[in-house]
T-cell receptor
Framework: GQNIDQPTEMTATEGAIVQINCTYQTSGFNGLFWYQQHAGEAPTFLSYNVLDGLEEKGRFSSFLSRSKGYSYLLLKELQMKDSASYLCAGRNQAGTALIFGKGTTLSVSS | NAGVTQTPKFQVLKTGQSMTLQCAQDMNHEYMSWYRQDPGMGLRLIHYSVGAGITDQGEVPNGYNVSRSTTEDFPLRLLSAAPSQTSVYFC????????????FGEGSRLTVL
């Protein structure tokens, strides 16, 4: 199976840290991706994990545990412009396609 | 740098009409895919292609056809549109490299009455 689960909505305040979790069936994927999508726009790539551990990229970090079927996206020093949907996606075993979760809508307030 | 170009950006159809959503990329990417996005459903994969002449079905292929005669183009055809196909459609491409980063077009908003 290739189910990907993530929370539907989250809220946070400016300057805070937020963690968006993503769980998936472990047999399904070869690599986990995070995308950001602002309302009315196309998704844009944030991060990629294929091995266990933490990948850091500025204010954004992503973590993967393949044995637990678990990933998270960590956003630090939140800004109003971080209000968006965050999409977790797994690459299929053949490496030919990405399957997306339903996305988490993050609202950042001042 | 054009990237991934989708046309049209907006389209209204009547039930039963046919149409083609065009997608072209100028990055020489081998992999291309079509997604639809509906409220509360996220991005769902319709069809994808790993190279010219090769296509495969995704999660929700029914009602859609694709072909890949060139590396650059990957059109999506609706042969007989239904209201359930009202959605925002995104075309995406990527190279064969290990990161697998997808580059998306701006999307095409389709309404079927």
């Amino acid at each position: 199976g290739q189910n990907i689960d993530q929370p539907t909505e989250m809220t946070a305040t400016e300057g805070a840290i937020v963690q968006i979790n993503c769980t998936y069936q472990t047999s399904g994927f070869n690599g986990l991706f995070w995308y950001q999508q602002h309302a009315g726009e196309a998704p844009t790539f944030l991060s990629y994990n294929v091995l266990d551990g933490l990948e850091e990229k500025g204010r954004f970090s992503s973590f993967l545990s393949r044995s637990k079927g678990y990933s998270y996206l960590l956003l630090k020093e939140l800004q109003m412009k971080d209000s968006a949907s965050y999409l977790c996606a797994g690459r299929n075993q053949a490496g030919t396609a990405l399957i997306f979760g339903k996305g988490t809508t993050l609202s950042v307030s001042s | 740098n054009a990237g991934v170009t989708q046309t049209p950006k907006f389209q209204v159809l009547k039930t039963g009409q046919s149409m083609t959503l065009q997608c072209a990329q100028d990055m020489n990417h081998e992999y291309m895919s079509w997604y639809r996005q509906d409220p509360g459903m996220g991005l769902r994969l319709i069809h994808y292609s790993v190279g010219a002449g090769i296509t495969d079905q995704g999660e929700v292929p029914n009602g859609y056809n694709v072909s890949r005669s060139t590396t650059e183009d990957f059109p999506l055809r609706l042969l007989s549109a239904a209201p359930s196909q009202t959605s925002v459609y995104f075309c995406a491409s990527r190279d064969r490299g290990n990161t697998g980063e997808l580059f998306f077009g701006e999307g095409s908003r389709l309404t079927v009455l």
